[in-house]
């Protein structure tokens, strides 16, 4: 799917929107108010709808998963494939998954994360980048940037959110309110650790001390996990606007204990 979805790609004259569609001969696109859902393909009318009420990087993203819809329906082989491999709700959600993957390699193909990874590293910057170049929402960004990452390293999104605590957190370590949390995250290839969507940054830790100063910083630090375990790291964080793009690369040792 990366692959029919690359090729595709290179042979648009760009990335804005109306080049996005000229590689779909015959099929139109509509922008229409569609409730909770972000878009659809419609095969029979050859149309593409997308949410017209949804951030624009959204409806972008959304775009371009639902060209992963037409490409993956032109392809009678990797169709075929599919459906004898898996039926049902296990079908759809494979099938969804490998539209997104189809989205993430058309809005940000190889050349451009290397290009970014080449110059930034495996950095909250390299995230902030990717995003901007791309015009991709950062949640989306950081699964391809993890992808595509050598490095031992998790990425994360954190942002000012409103929290509840969980049973078994005490209200000393995570009271209900805002707070600033994890709002995606993902790790490059090998490894294991996450971090879970609403974890809590400590007031003292860098990536809310880059919130607050509006500096990014790049220090020996630790992830912060839910369960209160602290990981040695190396934090490199990029605040942009009201969030932080954040990356905690692992020291070698954690990958070798890890092992």
Do not use: W
């Not at 609403?198 to 003292?204: F, H, Q, Y």
């Amino acid at each position: 799917m990366r692959e029919l979805a690359a090729a595709y790609a290179q042979a648009l004259p760009g990335l804005d929107t109306h080049s996005l569609m000229s590689g779909l001969d015959g099929v139109t696109l509509t922008f229409m108010a569609m409730g909770d859902r972000d878009g659809a393909y419609d095969p029979e009318h050859r149309v593409i709808l997308i949410n017209s009420r949804v951030r624009p990087e959204r409806q972008r993203f959304t775009l371009a998963h639902e060209i992963g819809h037409a490409l993956l329906l032109g392809d009678d082989d990797l169709l075929s494939d599919l459906h004898d491999s898996f039926e049902g709700d296990r079908l759809e959600e494979v099938i969804e998954t490998l539209c997104n993957v189809a989205a993430a390699a058309i809005l940000m193909p190889e050349a451009l994360t290397a290009e970014v990874l080449t110059r930034f590293g495996p950095s909250g910057r390299a995230l902030a980048e990717l995003t901007r170049r791309a015009d991709v929402s950062a949640s989306s960004a950081i699964y391809t940037l993890a992808e595509r990452s050598d490095a031992p390293v998790i990425y994360a999104v954190c942002a000012v959110t409103r929290i509840d605590a969980e049973p078994g957190d005490s209200d000393e370590e995570y009271p209900s309110g805002k707070a600033l949390t994890v709002r995606a995250s993902s790790a490059a290839a090998g490894v294991k650790y996450s971090l879970r969507p609403g974890t809590p940054i400590p007031d003292d830790h860098p990536v809310a001390v880059a919130l607050d100063t509006g500096i990014p910083i790049t220090q020996d630090s630790y992830i912060p996990f839910r369960s209160g375990r602290k990981m040695p790291a190396y934090v490199d964080v990029f605040p942009e606007r009201n969030r932080v793009l954040v990356s905690f690369t692992l020291p070698a040792k954690a990958i070798k204990d890890e092992i």
